[in-house]
């Protein structure tokens, strides 16, 4: 492969959902996973790379290694069916691009692979405090023979949460465990982060848009600024519980630039792409992204 990746990058990116439930916690009523300390909503990585990883899947056709298959039975396929259908380890990491980005562990039988993934993102968090909402409803059909009516239905939702995620892409990591990740890789998993998004369309997920997403591709090696997450607000006059959709507030970026630029000798080009209903600003006063970050090499992603 040709474009085997040489450079370090971070990623930031921002999406809402509005009246949904953007990560259940399965032993906890499926409620949405809430620090019950400052009221933030959490969304833990494997969320996110499950939807890359179902775009990848059903939307680009390639092949992935962790996904739900099943037999002509219809029954579960363990990993070591899935396994099988690639063959050696080197087959499964030239084959599945989920395993060239995030890695894999795997101890079946004979064959083992512990590999740590090139791209790592930590646990995303919303940008306010959030309003966990309780939905109660009824169904036509009774949910066994017998019964007589429908029965009640129930689910927890969020009126709004605006989400930010961070990452990095480890040049190292790739190189030092032979993972043949290429440029083409990462754009097709930054294709898949903001059009995958879109096409969360299940009854609880319903209502989710990528708002914004940058990568800072760094020239200098062994280099991240680090915490790009940590560096942009979002700030609104409604308390943070009345938020309900993304023109509420603006996302305030005066630190982010003010770190691009104090970086600025260090950063090969940034990659970004901004949804039209975002609103930014720099110290409160609204700006236009591109303009912002006019004089670095600039790339404005087209999904």
């Not at 509005?18 to 969320?47: H, L, Q, W, Y």
Request: net charge negative; charged share 30%.
């Amino acid at each position: 492969m040709s474009n085997i990746i040489n450079n370090r990058s971070e990623i930031l990116f921002l999406y809402d959902v509005s009246f949904a439930n953007p990560n259940g916690d399965p032993v906890d009523e499926n409620k949405p996973r809430i620090d019950e300390e400052t009221g933030i909503n959490i969304v833990t990585d494997v969320r996110l790379k499950r939807t890359i990883r179902d775009y990848l899947a059903e939307y680009k056709g390639m092949d992935v290694f962790i996904l739900e298959t099943r037999d002509e039975s219809g029954k579960l396929r363990t990993k070591d069916d899935r396994i099988s259908d690639f063959g050696s380890n080197d087959d499964i990491i030239n084959k599945c691009i989920d395993v060239r980005l995030f890695g894999a562990t795997t101890a079946v039988k004979d064959k083992t692979m512990t590999l740590t993934g090139p791209v790592q993102f930590g646990f995303g968090r919303s940008l306010h405090k959030v309003n966990m909402t309780y939905i109660k409803g009824t169904t036509v059909m009774p949910s066994q023979s017998g019964n007589s009516q429908g029965t009640f239905t129930e689910k927890y939702i969020l009126p709004y949460s605006l989400i930010s995620f961070y990452g990095i892409v480890n040049e190292n990591a790739a190189k030092n465990q032979n993972i043949p990740l290429t440029d083409d890789d990462v754009d097709l998993m930054l294709e898949a982060m903001w059009n995958g998004t879109k096409n969360l369309m299940s009854n609880s997920k319903m209502g989710h848009m990528p708002r914004f997403l940058l990568q800072v591709v760094m020239k200098e090696k062994n280099y991240q600024i680090g915490e790009l997450n940590k560096r942009i607000k979002f700030v609104h006059n409604v308390e943070d519980e009345e938020l309900r959709d993304i023109k509420d507030g603006r996302i305030e970026i005066k630190e982010l630039i003010e770190s691009l630029n104090a970086n600025k000798g260090k950063i090969e080009k940034l990659r970004y792409a901004v949804d039209e209903r975002a609103v930014f600003a720099v110290d409160g006063v609204a700006c236009d992204f591109g303009d912002v970050v006019k004089d670095f090499p600039v790339e404005k992603l087209g999904f």
